[in-house]
């Protein structure tokens, strides 16, 4: 009786097994028409006829984004709305770029894995594990760090020094004073 069982629970993962991966794409490309309202695994594809080199290039993450804002960070993606020939691919590329101590904060993403990359600078970067284990180092430029895929997760730039206060004053025209205060709210708890 254990040896049926035993067939049975390996048949049924056999059989079951592929299902629950990616399916394997039906055509060479499906360059996603943005316009459509239907979604199914995606966007609806555009007639081939229709599709061009454009539907698969991006020029976005060639510059810096502004990082002026309340996490000091900002992520630009490059995804199937930016770039249409991504659709059905299972793959996306974003860059996020920090100001000094800039944060992109706790997150996660039910359906994949994530890798990050160090240009310049380095990152405090880690994750959570599902027995609540923190996995944490700092990596430097050219070093990556992989977080897998479910994965509560974070990175922060360890940039040192700090811009000085002369600049800051400057740059958004205000006052000593100002600068302190705003550094205040994002001062290392001790």
């Keep these: 009786m254990a040896a049926i069982l035993a067939l049975f629970v390996m048949t049924f993962a ?11 794409l039906l ?3 499906c360059v996603a028409d943005l316009t459509s309202g239907v979604k199914v695994n995606g966007f609806t594809c555009k007639d081939i006829a229709n599709i061009s080199a454009a539907d698969f290039s991006f020029d976005g993450l060639a510059k810096p984004g502004l990082t002026n804002n309340t996490l ?4 630009t993606a490059a995804n199937v709305q930016k770039i249409p020939g991504l659709n059905t ?19 996660t993403h039910p359906r ?20 609540n284990v923190l996995i944490s180092k ?4 050219g070093e990556i760090f992989v977080f897998p895929k479910g994965l509560v997760h974070f990175q922060k730039n ?4 700090p811009v000085p206060d002369n600049v800051l004053t400057k740059a958004f025209q205000v006052g000593t004073k100002e600068v302190e205060k705003i550094k205040s709210r994002f001062a290392p708890k001790k």
């Design 27 to 29: 055509q060479d490309v």
């Design 158 to 161: 360890n940039a040192t020094p």
């Design 138 to 141: 700092s990596i430097k430029k």
């Design 89 to 107: 691919l299972g793959v996306s590329l974003s860059r996020i770029d920090y100001a000094p101590g800039g944060l992109n904060p706790p997150h």
């Design 14 to 24: 056999v059989v079951l097994g592929p299902a629950a991966a990616d399916p394997d």
């Design 72 to 75: 000091g960070s900002l992520v």
């Design 112 to 131: 994949a894995t994530e890798m990050v990359f160090v240009l310049e600078g380095e990152l405090n970067v880690g994750f959570i594990t599902t027995a």
